[in-house]
């Protein structure tokens, strides 16, 4: 082990205390980090100290914090648990204040605005079509009924996709 240890540079090593000190947290954190599988290179004992890579002790601590998905904020101590739900929280609001990340109220509203106008631009499609270049009224009623036909099968559609109330369609 100790051969491991001097191959690491010297600014790179270091004792308990020491990397305690460079991470400024306390040496009861410290042994945390090291249940937790904080890197060490060589486990001190009585006549052998400690010794530590930073590099490593820095890659473990900051990759393990920065890996999309990799921390379960219910598996954290509560005052680390407290800090990451704080911490998300403040970066819901800045992403929902630069419009990165919108609401579900404002999202579904302008669906259903969208929704609304499509659904009239759709059912006033046979009138348009009958008054405008003649079609019979048989067909027209016949292309009515499709329009509704399709319309009732998309807020099926839609429904089976995210359970919200959807408007109901009439024949009228």
Not at 80 to 109: C, F, H, N, T
């Amino acid at each position: 082990m100790a051969d491991v240890a001097e191959t690491i540079p010297e600014c790179r090593r270091a004792n308990k205390a020491e990397t305690a000190w460079f991470f400024d947290i306390t040496l009861p954190t410290l042994e945390k980090w090291i249940r937790e599988g904080c890197p060490v290179v060589q486990r001190g004992s009585r006549g052998v100290a400690w010794v530590l890579d930073l590099r490593q002790v820095a890659e473990w601590r900051y990759s393990a914090k920065t890996a999309e998905g990799d921390i379960d904020p219910e598996t954290l101590p509560p005052g680390e648990r407290k800090q990451w739900y704080d911490g998300e929280k403040m970066r819901r609001e800045l992403q929902v204040r630069d419009r990165e990340l919108i609401p579900a109220s404002e999202v579904e509203a302008s669906v259903a605005t969208a929704f609304s106008a499509i659904a009239q631009s759709l059912l006033a499609m046979p009138d348009n079509l009958e008054r405008r270049v003649g079609l019979d009224p048989a067909s027209a009623e016949a292309a009515e009924a499709v329009i509704h036909e399709t319309m009732n099968d998309l807020v099926e559609r839609l429904g089976a996709l995210a359970p919200v109330e959807a408007p109901e369609v009439t024949d009228g």
